[in-house]
């Protein structure tokens, strides 16, 4: 009986570790490039639209909080139509949440 409550413990102790290590991985940036809060070059980020263009397509989100990823947001931006992720007009899109 002693044996089965410590192995019940160990094995809450290890649920609740996984799930703050799960919560932790989940909540870090994808990209190194966003986790240093730089932006992608001109040149980055044309390769990005011929390379990108594959991986992203048009599919009616328009929002921020719709996009995954500070490139997903720049593809969208600049080949969809209707887009609401450029408040500022300055070209870069969802700068509070992808691309700071």
Avoid at 2 to 24: F, M, N, S, T
Avoid at 29 to 54: C, D, F, H, M, Y
Avoid at 93 to 100: A, I, V
Wanted: proline share 4%; net charge positive.
């Amino acid at each position: 009986m002693k044996r089965l409550i410590i192995l019940l413990i160990i094995a809450a102790v290890g649920w609740y570790g996984y799930g703050k290590y799960h919560d932790r991985l989940a909540a870090q940036p994808i990209g190194k490039a966003e986790a240093q809060g730089t932006r992608v070059p001109a040149q980055a980020s044309a390769n990005l639209e011929s390379t990108g263009a594959a991986a992203f397509k048009c599919d009616g989100r328009t929002h921020c909080s719709q996009m995954t990823s500070c490139a997903e947001a720049t593809y969208f931006l600049k080949n969809c139509p209707g887009t609401k992720m450029d408040g500022n007009n300055d070209g870069i899109p969802c700068e509070r949440q992808w691309c700071k």
